[in-house]
């Protein structure tokens, strides 16, 4: 019997793909299997972490990337002591405002109202927050890094005291003019009564001039310091985070005027000096106190030991340095190119210190130093390179109690010797997404006690599935 051509076509084509099906696990074609492309995994590399204490902090400007500012007072038994206070300008209602004729204080509000974020104990601790007048124009400052001290009178013109309740919405009378005073809802903040002599004196009684538009009000009035009380605070404390966005943040003044049209007739009227980001600066001040702890050991350790666990802080506390000493051995070691397919950081977190109410940061950063020793971020996560994973840092693992990076174009460059290792770094940044951020961060006072590279338990671990190149 003859075959068509189209039979003999379809026969060639079976033979084929028959033959084909032989090489299922092995790259290439018909190779000599010497020189057959093969995938290992290694996670056995060493690898360096050091506890470090991390950079200052922009707390004001175009570098300081939210709207909020930390404020408050903690004790951890593993961190020692974190306090964060806050300088405020603040600005006029409005350019030429006045008090009016025979100005009588009747109270004075600062309103602080909660950001998102609350980190400590707001069932069992007692707050103590003072109030101070600045004594140097702040709005003169030429940085506001957050280790940054600003001055203040030694006279406290203002405090609260009492447990906080960052979620719950505050009732306040809204006064009117010419109409009925009214109850309104708003947002969950910090209430602090000034001292009403002093609003008097350094208000209410100056000059117009002196209120006619912020440029002057702030040479005048300097602004204001917030800060904790610490003698005063009981518990463990925690750390706040403050909305200065300028929509509720203000300071309230409620008074008593002359009538302009009838003498006899008093008017009662509010007004709002606007404490916000956008009309004046504010900054934060953060002190940590590690004196007496296992990260003062470290810190003060100037030699290359290796520690079981080592230490991670917001709050431009402590970040991590991670070297990869074991790298070139391994690709000596291997005797051959290779190809890196995947490259995966975990971190794992030491058991048992993220007990309430110090929880773990929510979300790390990863970046690494180049040349000049300035932050930059690994290729990974470089949207300018073709490599980019689109991998902006991992969110907390509650589940394994774990983080984990893709560092696949990272590794293969310190390999190549594309990327010298000038450092790569860990260190908590801003639990949304939104606002990660491989600056030092001020948005999250978490903190997390992470194994290192010789702990037997909790391990940072490098995974590499690699391929051979010969």
């Given amino acids: 019997m003859k075959f068509s051509k189209i039979d003999l ?66 004790k951890d038994p593993i961190f020692g002591t974190s306090e964060a206070s806050l300088a405020l300008s603040v600005s006029v209602p409005n350019n030429g405002f006045s008090f009016g004729t025979n100005p009588i204080i009747d109270s004075a509000v600062l309103v602080l109202p909660y950001a998102p974020q609350f980190y400590g104990d707001t069932t069992t601790s007692v707050y103590s927050i003072d109030v101070y007048q600045l004594t140097k124009n702040i709005t003169k400052e030429a940085d506001f890094l957050s280790n940054k001290q600003y001055d203040y009178q030694s006279t406290i013109t203002g405090n609260f005291t009492g447990k906080l309740k960052p979620n719950t919405p505050v009732k306040v009378t809204a006064v009117l003019t010419g109409a009925p005073d009214t109850l309104k809802t708003v947002p969950a ?23 006619a538009n912020n440029a002057v009000f702030n040479e005048y009035f300097k602004g204001l310091y917030v800060s904790i009380n610490k003698a005063q605070t009981t518990g463990v404390g925690g750390i706040m985070q403050i909305n200065l966005d300028g929509k509720n943040s203000s300071l309230e003044i409620y008074y008593r005027k002359q009538n302009a049209t009838t003498a006899t007739a008093i008017d009662t009227v509010a007004s709002n000096f606007t404490i916000s980001q956008s009309t004046g600066p504010v900054a934060a001040s953060i002190k940590h106190n590690y004196e007496g702890t296992a990260i003062a050991t470290q810190l003060a350790d100037a030699s290359n030991k290796q520690y079981d666990v080592t230490y991670l802080q917001g709050l431009a506390g402590l970040r991590n340095k991670i070297s990869f000493p074991g790298l070139q051995a391994f690709v000596k070691n291997v005797g051959s190119k290779i190809v890196i397919n995947k490259a995966e950081l975990v971190v794992d977190l030491s058991t048992g210190t993220d007990v309430a109410p110090f929880l773990p940061a929510q ?39 774990s983080y984990s990076f893709i560092v696949t174009a990272h590794m293969q460059d310190l390999i190549d010797g594309k990327t010298k290792d000038y450092g790569t770094f860990l260190a908590p940044t801003a639990p949304s997404l939104a606002q990660y951020s491989i600056n030092p961060s001020i948005t999250t006072p978490n903190r997390s006690v992470i194994g290192s590279g010789i702990n037997s338990t909790n391990k940072v671990k490098l995974n590499i599935y690699y391929t051979k190149i010969d």
């Fill in 189 to 211: 903040s910090i209430r602090i009564k000034l001292d009403r002599a002093f609003v008097q004196e350094k208000l209410a009684n100056v000059s117009s001039t002196s209120l």
């Fill in 9 to 74: 076509l379809t026969l060639l084509i079976s033979l084929f793909i028959f033959a084909s099906c032989n090489k299922t696990n092995t790259l290439g074609l018909d190779l000599d299997p010497n020189d057959a492309i093969q995938g290992a995994l290694v996670d056995t590399l060493t690898i360096h972490t050091k506890t470090m204490v991390d950079d200052p902090a922009s707390t004001y400007g175009a570098s300081a990337n939210s709207p909020s500012l930390p404020l408050g007072f903690i």
């Fill in 363 to 401: 979300r790390l950063a990863l970046y690494q130093l180049d040349i000049a020793g300035q932050r930059a971020l690994i290729a990974d996560q470089n949207t300018k390179d073709n490599r980019y994973t689109g991998n902006f840092g991992t969110g907390f693992n509650s589940v394994s109690k």
